[in-house]
Nanobody, 122 residues
Framework: QGRPVESGGGSVQAGDSLRLSCAPSGRRVRDYRLGWFRQVPGKEREFVAAIRRSGNTYYADSVKGRFTVSRDNAKNLGYLQMNSLKVEDTAVYSC????????????????WGQGTQVTVSS
C-alpha cells in the first residue's frame, strides 16, 4: 500500500470548476474514511471535506455549498468537485485515508497523498 495519489489540479479563473481525484493506492476506497485537506505555504493544513465509510459527508464552512466530496466504489476513486472557485481556494490539496472515525493520520505518513496544486486567479 502506497501513498494516495491525487490528480486534477490546475489553474483556473474565479467562478470556474475543477474536480480532483484520489486513488487510494492498494486500498479499497469504501473501506476508509477519505478526507481532503489544503495548505497554503506558511499556513496550517486546513480541513476541507470528508466522506465516511457510511457515505456520509461533511465540510468546512468555507466550502459548504460549493464543494462536493464523493467516491466511486467501482472505480475505487475518491473525488472533490469544486464549483464557484474563489481566489482564496488557491492551495495544495491533499487527500488522506484512515480507518479511524475520529482522527486523521500523522502528517507525511503513507496515508497522505503528495498533493495537487489548485490556483484560482481573479
Amino acid at each position: 500500500q502506497g501513498r494516495p495519489v491525487e490528480s486534477g489540479g490546475g489553474s483556473v479563473q474565479a467562478g470556474d470548476s475543477l474536480r480532483l481525484s484520489c486513488a487510494p493506492s492498494g486500498r479499497r476506497v469504501r473501506d476508509y474514511r477519505l478526507g481532503w485537506f489544503r495548505q497554503v505555504p506558511g499556513k496550517e493544513r486546513e480541513f476541507v471535506a470528508a466522506i465516511r465509510r457510511s457515505g456520509n459527508t461533511y465540510y468546512a464552512d468555507s466550502v459548504k455549498g460549493r464543494f462536493t466530496v464523493s467516491r466511486d466504489n467501482a472505480k475505487n476513486l475518491g473525488y472533490l468537485q469544486m464549483n464557484s472557485l474563489k481566489v482564496e481556494d488557491t492551495a495544495v490539496y491533499s487527500c488522506v485515508v484512515t480507518s479511524s472515525d475520529s482522527t486523521w493520520p500523522i502528517p507525511n505518513s503513507d496515508y497522505w497523498g503528495q498533493g495537487t496544486q489548485v490556483t484560482v486567479s481573479s
